[in-house]
């Protein structure tokens, strides 16, 4: 990063903090350099705990003495208020400061990583873990508006590129240096590493990051929709996480009603509302609502796929918690070589085909996971029964991410594609946080499966083609509804995504907004 070589480099504009004007920096200066920098540590912060908790899990469940609805909890927890309020965070930065609420996301996350750390039991895990999501929603959209505002009209796409491509680095590494904690110093590690990450990232955001608002921005927040959402899915993921060991008990069927009336209720505030944080105006787009619906299918199946595979790896294969890590490294690594191509190719052939059989092709690899078992922790055993299974994977979501991706932009107005994005991202993350509550149940896991490999090996032999039948069923549905859009040359080119480095694992990757384009949230 910035060395002594700097000072030789033009000054830019400052503001009263010392930092460049916003839209004024260039992304060869230092303080580009810094800028990159602390967005990139910033949205990898969230990005890493939301895939790397994967392979910590059993251990967890060891150590804390807990079943597996709590570590169903674990994982959930942080996806649900990530979910509910990351379009709301977006629109707290427009109003009071993209940088000021950047900051705040930082040490929030900072600080409910070390209660994460520290935790004593699973109840103190699970609501640490809910408030990390608290931090990831203002963090995560943050980051993407500062690079988005900071920079030079005709920086800006490099730069957006350059955080997409290094923070896709920082996801093909997470699951590695997560096994690996786990494994040395023990899975507090994997939340406590975010505390030397927060002390650089804080003190650069403040020194070299100008602040920025959205002088269009006014009015009150649409807090009202955002807590009905966080109240509709948590009431939804507690019927479906508890009903294995509740049955058709009271509790469950009650939680589940409340949980559908309440998602009913935000639909109805939302459509009064009149600039809403979710606009239901977006949905008259046919093609708009069909990519929704199949992001809903394969961020679903992804969800359940990825927690149960971290876990079969170890218990049933015999991994470490490293092996496993490394196991399921080139899905991501095939992703970060070849998406921007795949982009490419979608964007001459149309999206309808790669959206079609790039679900399909993932939904091989699901079933491909059906081979793992005892003996797949050898050598000649990662070969045959691992490896195809995650190439095989990360081949379809090579070749369906990116164009899904692109047709969400080119499925709306250029002035809505920041909106568009951020629907897209918070429904994939909505998916996976049902899929991980739902599959234990429909599959028969009992509370102490993962501690039994038999058991657990059977389970997973029936979750897996349900997995996989998502795919399918998101294959289907863009095979009927999918069309290239008719457009202009200039308007295909304006919904080009600026993040061609696409690590989708959890979540499709955030698009900026246009100049012209007003964050919702705010009324």
């Known amino acids: 990063m910035p060395d002594a070589a700097d000072a030789a480099e033009p000054a830019e504009p400052a503001d009263a903090a010392g930092a460049a004007d916003p839209g004024a920096v260039r992304v060869a200066s230092a303080a580009g350099r810094w800028i990159v ?15 790397v908790i994967n392979v910590a899990l059993p251990r967890i469940g060891k150590d804390l003495g807990t079943d597996l609805a709590a570590l169903q909890w674990t994982v959930n927890a942080y996806m649900l208020t990530l979910a509910g309020l990351i379009l709301l965070g977006g629109a707290l930065g427009d109003r009071y400061g993209r940088r000021r609420v950047f900051v705040v996301g930082v040490v929030w996350f900072a600080a409910a990583s070390v209660l994460c750390g520290l935790a004593p039991n699973a109840v103190v895990l699970i609501a640490a873990r809910a408030l990390q999501g608290i931090g990831g929603a203002l963090l995560t959209p943050g980051s993407l508006a500062l690079i988005q505002a900071s920079f030079h009209p005709d920086d800006r796409a490099r730069a957006v590129g350059l955080w997409s ?3 896709g680095v920082g996801a093909a590494v997470g699951p590695f240096v997560g096994g690996y904690l786990v494994d040395g110093p023990g899975w507090r590690w994997v939340f406590l590493l975010n505390v030397p990450l927060a002390a650089v990232c804080v003190p650069v955001a403040l020194r070299h990051v100008p602040e920025s608002r959205d002088p269009r921005a006014h009015g009150r927040f649409d807090v009202l929709g955002a807590v009905l959402a966080a109240l509709a899915l948590a009431l939804v993921t507690y019927a479906l996480i508890e009903a294995p060991a509740q049955g058709a008990s009271g509790a469950v069927i009650g939680t589940a009603v409340g949980g559908v009336l309440l998602g009913a209720l ?9 600039e809403p944080m979710l606009p239901p105006s977006v949905f008259a787009s046919r093609q708009f609502t069909a990519v929704n619906v199949i992001t809903l299918c394969v961020y679903a199946a992804l969800g359940g796929y990825f927690f149960l595979s971290a876990i079969q790896l170890q218990v049933v294969a015999g991994y470490s918690a490293l092996g496993a890590g490394t196991a399921l490294l080139p899905t991501t690594v095939l992703m970060l070589l070849f998406s921007a191509s795949s982009g490419e190719l979608g964007q001459r052939i149309g999206p309808r085909i790669p959206l079609t059989a790039g679900p399909l092709v993932a939904a091989a690899g699901m079933l491909l996971m059906l081979r793992v078992g005892p003996g797949s922790n050898s050598v000649s ?4 029964d691992v490896l195809p299974a995650v190439a095989v994977l990360g081949v379809g979501l090579v070749t369906l991410v990116a164009p899904l991706t692109a047709t969400v932009l080119a499925s709306v107005d250029t002035a809505r594609a920041g909106l568009a994005s951020g629907i897209n991202n918070a429904a994939a993350r909505a998916a996976g946080l049902i899929a991980v509550a739902a599959l234990p149940l429909l599959a028969g896991m009992g509370p102490e499966a993962y501690r039994n490999a038999d058991e657990f090996a059977a389970t997973f032999r029936r979750a897996m083609p349900m997995c996989a039948g998502l795919l399918v069923l998101g294959a289907a549905i863009a095979w009927a509804t999918v069309r290239k859009p008719l457009v202009t040359a200039d308007e295909e080119e304006q919904a080009r995504p600026e993040c061609t480095v696409h690590c989708g694992i959890v979540a499709p990757p955030l698009e900026p907004a246009h100049e012209e384009e007003r964050t919702p949230g705010a009324s």
């Open 37 to 51: 920098l602390t967005t990139v540590l910033g949205s990898s912060m969230a990005m890493l705990d939301s895939t």
């Open 165 to 167: 491509g290094l923070g």
């Open 381 to 384: 055993g990662y070969l045959t």
């Open 266 to 274: 935000f639909v109805r505030v939302e459509r009064t509302r009149a």
